[in-house]
């Protein structure tokens, strides 16, 4: 079964603040995605790293995908309240076309 | 719009009932998923299907079936409820896109077996 880990578990900090969640693995994934997950609701995917050294930005988030495929960042600049959530990685398993889930960093950020 | 709803959304059963969540997409997509969530584990894959008559085991399937009769249905049946099995349940679709697939979730099913 392949692991995929997430550090830090809890982070809390204050508005405008940077931050960098890490997920790691010893297992290669054909893709890894980012989720994030509110409260009372499923996870919502916020993007899809496919090629190993790939950089996408999304607004104030930045996603990193190792160049080995085996660990990948996400890095938000000047957080917001709004980004207050669980946030997933998850490898994608070619074998089975199945989703492998990191145990999520759960973020909040304080005005 | 397309969807993909979970019921019921909370449920209380006892230890050794049956019980079936129900999972129901309206995106024509071939995969559907089972995950259940708790704290510490993230999500883990439960059962899986790639299409109508397809269903096959994930990491954590002891305790739980599936079926598949139509493309847009995916119940989860738990033979008979165990206090381990108090979760939040997921359940998740998405199209042979290979390596850029994205999951849609439903909102989840709360269980608990008292």
Sequence with gaps: TQLLEQSPQFLSIQEGENLTVYCNSSSVFSSLQWYRQEPGEGPVLLVTVVTGGEVKKLKRLTFQFGDARKDSSLHITAAQPGDTGLYLCAGMDMGRRALTFGSGTRLQVQP | ?114
């Design chain 2, 1 to 114: 719009d397309a969807e993909i709803t979970q019921s019921p959304r909370h449920k209380i059963t006892e230890t050794g009932r049956q019980v079936t969540l129900a999972c129901h997409q309206t995106w024509n997509h071939n995969n559907m998923f089972w995950y259940r969530q708790d704290l510490g584990h993230g999500l883990r894959l439960i059962h899986y299907s790639y299409g109508v008559q397809d269903t096959n085991k994930g990491e954590v399937s002891d305790g739980y079936s599936v079926s598949r009769s139509n493309t847009e249905d995916l119940p989860l049946t738990l033979e008979s409820a165990a206090s381990s099995q108090t979760s939040v349940y997921f359940c998740a679709s998405s199209e042979n896109q290979g390596l850029g697939s994205i999951a849609f979730f439903g909102q989840g099913t709360r269980l608990t077996v008292v």
